[in-house]
T-cell receptor
Framework: DTAVSQTPKYLVTQMGNDKSIKCEQN?????MYWYKQDSKKFLKIMFS?????LIINETVPNRFSPKSPDKAHLNLHINSLELGDSAVYFC?????WGGGNEQFFGPGTRLTVL | SQQGEEDPQALSIQEGENATMNCSYK?????LQWYRQNSGRGLVHLIL?????REKHSGRLRVTLDTSKKSSSLLITASRAADTASYFC?????????FGGGTRLMVKP
């Protein structure tokens, strides 16, 4: 059973397009996250949702819009894609919010913007 | 800059040797966590050490935390080829976990 799943695994698209990445967790966790990992492997938090409410938004351009229809799902929509958006995007979840919790990561979505 | 910074950035050892990775951070923390990332995969939690703890063990892993020096180390004993991966420290403070840039460990058979 996959704990945190993301789709698609790979996404190749042209500059200017709009795309979405979906994430689902079946762990019953309250909190979900989106991270961006760049080519140098640095992992940066983008958003965090707790029980469908946004609690962290780390100066991400407003072309990125997360949506949490329920606490098991956190999707990421990106408008007007730019070359610099190319990265691996990871979804994660934890039992509840707070930096003291173990986080469970999805397998990642490798986004390539041409 | 990143809250946690790992040192070294890359480490290559022979199977059976011990691997030590260090993490330094800048501000006060509640806890520090170590994660492993295999190539092309998501991160997997290894161990969490709280700010009032000094050492923790889990199987072949040993983590130390020195809050006065704002540093932590991860020791993997008797390494195996399967330990080849990137290892990240993450500092927990407030409602966030902040990751460092990772140490890439290669264990040669």
């Amino acid at each position: 059973d996959t704990a945190v799943s993301q789709t698609p695994k790979y996404l190749v698209t042209q500059m200017g397009n709009d795309k979405s990445i979906k994430c689902e967790q079946n762990l019953g966790h309250d909190t979900m996250y989106w991270y961006k990992q760049d080519s140098k492997k640095f992992l940066k938090i983008m958003f965090s949702y707790n029980n469908k409410e946004l609690i962290i938004n780390e100066t991400v351009p407003n072309r990125f819009s997360p949506k949490s229809p329920d606490k098991a799902h956190l999707n990421l929509h990106i408008n007007s894609l730019e070359l610099g958006d190319s990265a691996v995007y990871f979804c994660a979840s934890s039992q509840d919010w707070g930096g003291g919790n173990e986080q469970f990561f999805g397998p990642g979505t490798r986004l390539t913007v041409l | 800059s990143q809250q946690g910074e790992e040192d070294p950035q890359a480490l290559s050892i022979q199977e059976g040797e011990n691997a030590t990775m260090n993490c330094s951070y800048k501000t006060s923390i509640n806890n520090l966590q170590w994660y492993r990332q295999n190539s092309g995969r998501g991160l997997v939690h290894l161990i969490l050490i709280r700010s009032n703890e000094r050492e923790k063990h889990s199987g072949r892993l040993r983590v130390t935390l020195d809050t006065s020096k704002k540093s932590s180390s991860l020791l993997i004993t008797a390494s195996r080829a399967a330990d080849t991966a990137s290892y990240f420290c993450a500092t927990g403070a407030g409602n966030m976990l902040t990751f460092g840039g990772g140490t890439r460990l290669m264990v040669k058979p």
